[in-house]
């Protein structure tokens, strides 16, 4: 585990005890090779290579799938598992990404889904949320899921709560008066990059009989793996940095075997099927996840502690530095501390929108996680909707921007802001 200092270094140490695995194997030689034809899938062991058989995950573009007699067919229409029959039913290339996916995060399966939001519409729903239930919601979620929660399925008559999930004995008490049928918590959060303490509040949530679902988009499973805490289902939004280079949208949910066949079963009905190419890019940028998260993490740690002396930086939010609200929880619970920065700007609205402006590296864009470093106000963006006083209920100032550290060299990420922010 690093040591948290004001430089904070994260360690990925191969020879590290306890670092997480997948079929026997490291995370980091697991994202390498993971989706490759040949590799170990469900149930974890090697199908021995076939001769001739490509050595790179194909595309599948097909939409149903031919058997010499009907039996055959009849078989694999009844039972998806047994092979495919038609595209919204499954696909090759999206159950390459599911194995993948589910080994990462360590868990018996995982379904695909065309972007981040329809995954956690389907957990939500995957949970079992009907009419009369309570939903019990981390107040500082993504701002879509906030009013996915808030809206749809307020009006689908869920009764939906709010709970600061940074503040373990707040969300116990909730849990526990409101008996929810299921709490949505994520690992990190936006734009702050608050912590929480995840194994604790899946007891919690279970105690209370609830089910756990799991946003771990901004940790990936690199940094946290939630499942082994005990979540029931682990979301992520596959846009961001499993995908990783800006050109995908996508999401998964990692579960048990038994609830995926209940979200495909609902997949069957509503049709939320990713394309295959994009199922291809994701297992494709999963090659390079271990190197690029750890090359990120490491150049955002020291941008963080370099970016406290900038001109005009009033506070840098960053789980790695000593000063962070939850430093020490990140030092426990997290593999590292993650490559999202955040700053309070002295100058206010006016400082975050000239410095979007001024970065020439940088780009201002409304996504996270790419190789290539992006710069957000989230005043403008996912918090847009929010009143001045509700953001700052949040703790987030008008001078407040989001930073996600790409591959760049760290020298020229930090000239680069230096300059933006000393104009
Ligand atoms: N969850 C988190 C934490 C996110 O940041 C986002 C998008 O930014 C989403 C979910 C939604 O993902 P998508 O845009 O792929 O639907």
């Known amino acids: 585990m690093m040591t948290m200092t004001d430089r ?48 790179a995950p194909t595309i599948v573009p097909a939409t149903a ?11 694999v229409i009844e039972d998806g598992t047994r092979g495919f029959s038609y595209s919204r039913y499954g696909t090759p290339t999206a159950a390459a990404l599911e194995a993948a996916l589910a080994g990462l995060e360590g868990t018996e399966a995982a379904i695909a889904y065309p972007s981040g939001m329809a995954a956690i519409h389907a957990a939500l729903l995957g949970a079992g949320l009907r009419p009369g239930d309570r939903l019990l919601l981390s107040r500082d979620v993504y701002g879509a899921t906030f009013t996915l929660a808030r809206r749809l399925f307020v009006e689908l008559g869920v009764q939906v709560e709010l709970v600061d999930a940074t503040d373990t004995a707040a969300a116990r008490a909730a849990l526990q008066r409101l008996r929810p049928r299921a709490f949505l918590f994520e690992t990190i959060s936006n734009p702050l990059l608050r912590v929480v303490d995840g194994p604790a509040l899946v007891a919690a949530a279970h105690e209370a009989g609830a089910l ?6 901004f940790a990936t499973p690199l940094l946290a793996r939630p499942a082994e805490w005990g979540a029931d289902f682990v979301v992520h939004s596959t846009t961001k940095f499993l995908s990783g280079h800006g050109d995908v949208t996508g999401g998964v ?25 994009d199922c291809w890019l994701t297992l494709r940028g999963l090659r390079t996840l271990a190197v690029r998260v750890e090359r990120q993490t490491r150049t955002a740690a020291a941008l963080a502690a370099r970016l406290q002396a900038m001109p005009g930086v009033a506070r840098v939010h960053y789980p790695g530095l000593p000063g962070h609200p939850d430093h020490e929880r990140a030092a426990r619970l997290l593999r590292a501390p993650g490559s999202m920065i955040a700053l309070d700007l002295a ?19 409304t996504t996270l996680g790419d190789s290539w470093s992006l710069i957000l106000y989230p005043a403008m963006s996912s918090h847009r909707a929010l009143t001045p006083e509700e953001r700052a209920a949040l703790g987030i100032g008008d001078g ?17 802001l230096e300059r933006a922010l000393g104009a």
């Open 65 to 75: 799938y031919w058997y010499p007699d009907a039996a055959a067919l009849d078989r």
């Open 212 to 217: 756990v679902i799991v946003d771990n988009t």
């Open 253 to 277: 949910i990692c579960t048990t075997a038994e609830r995926r066949r209940a979200l495909l079963e609902l997949n069957k009905m509503v049709g939320a099927v990713p394309s295959p190419f």
């Open 400 to 416: 407040l921007v989001r930073l996600s550290v790409g591959l760049e060299d760290e020298e020229d990420l930090a000239r680069d």
């Open 8 to 55: 904070p270094q994260p360690s990925f140490d191969p020879s590290a005890s306890g670092a997480p695995r997948a079929a026997g194997y490291r995370l980091e030689t697991w994202t390498v090779h993971a989706g490759r034809p040949g590799w170990p899938r469900e149930g974890h062991s090697a199908a021995p290579p076939e001769a001739g058989q490509p050595t």
């Open 347 to 365: 100058g206010g609205r006016a400082a975050a929108l000239a410095l979007l402006e001024r970065c020439r590296l940088w780009i201002p864009a």
